[in-house]
Structure formats: structure tokens, C-alpha cells
């Protein structure tokens, strides 16, 4: 079992930034890939930033490419999405994940969640 705890999150202007992070617990961390995704209500869960395992190759999704980066810790059991020139359809519930291959949608494991708000 693998426990995923998100921090981070807040309220921002547009144009600002935010770092989030996803502390992990429970099986070997650095033997999963770990991706974000977020959510906003009446919305599917989309994906947005993924770094595998070995090499820690990554991948976003269009919408953020250039702007967010993320970036894993084997040592500190933690993944990071540091998030820049914020704009208010950031707005969302951003989740972390564990698993084979969360750009394709193959996870394990699920955080809780944490808000993010852009105010333009």
C-alpha cells in the first residue's frame, strides 16, 4: 500500500506561481512513476505531468507545457509540480498519482487532492 499526501496548494493571482508537493509513504517510491492530474466539478479528471521511474523522463500535457515542471525526490519519498505563469483555468483540484504509467492512465494510487485557485 502506498499513502499519497498533497501539499501545496492555495489561492494565487494570475501570473503568480505555486509549487506543489506529494509526499509518499508505504511501498518503495522510487520504483513507481508519478504523475498530477486535476479536476474541476462537472469535469473529467485530466491529466497534466507525469516522471517515470528510471531516468525520470517527463511528460505534460499541452496546457501546461513551458509554464509547469515536475520533478521527483527518490530520497525524500516526494514528487513536485512547480507550477508558473499561472492562469485562472489552472483553477482546479490537483491530484497525485502513483503507478505503472499514469500518462496512460495505468495508477495504483491516488492523493486526496489539493485546491489550487487562480484569481485573474
Known amino acids: 500500500q502506498v499513502q499519497l499526501v498533497e501539499s501545496g496548494g492555495g489561492l494565487v493571482q494570475a501570473g503568480g506561481s505555486l509549487r506543489l508537493s506529494c509526499a509518499a509513504s508505504?511501498?518503495?517510491?522510487?520504483?513507481?512513476?508519478m504523475g498530477w492530474f486535476r479536476q474541476v466539478p462537472g469535469r473529467e479528471r485530466e491529466f497534466v505531468a507525469a516522471?517515470?521511474?528510471?531516468?525520470?523522463?517527463?511528460d505534460y500535457a499541452n496546457s501546461v507545457k513551458g509554464r509547469f515542471t515536475i520533478s521527483r525526490d527518490n530520497a525524500k519519498n516526494t514528487v513536485y509540480l512547480q507550477m508558473n505563469s499561472l492562469k485562472p483555468e489552472d483553477t482546479a483540484v490537483y491530484y497525485c498519482?502513483?503507478?505503472?504509467?499514469?500518462?496512460?492512465?495505468?495508477?495504483?494510487?491516488w492523493g486526496q487532492g489539493t485546491q489550487v485557485t487562480v484569481s485573474s
Open positions: 498519482a502513483a503507478g505503472p504509467n499514469p500518462g496512460a492512465g495505468i495508477i495504483d494510487y
Open positions: 508505504g511501498r518503495t517510491f522510487s520504483s513507481y512513476a
Open positions: 516522471v517515470r521511474a528510471s531516468r525520470g523522463t517527463t
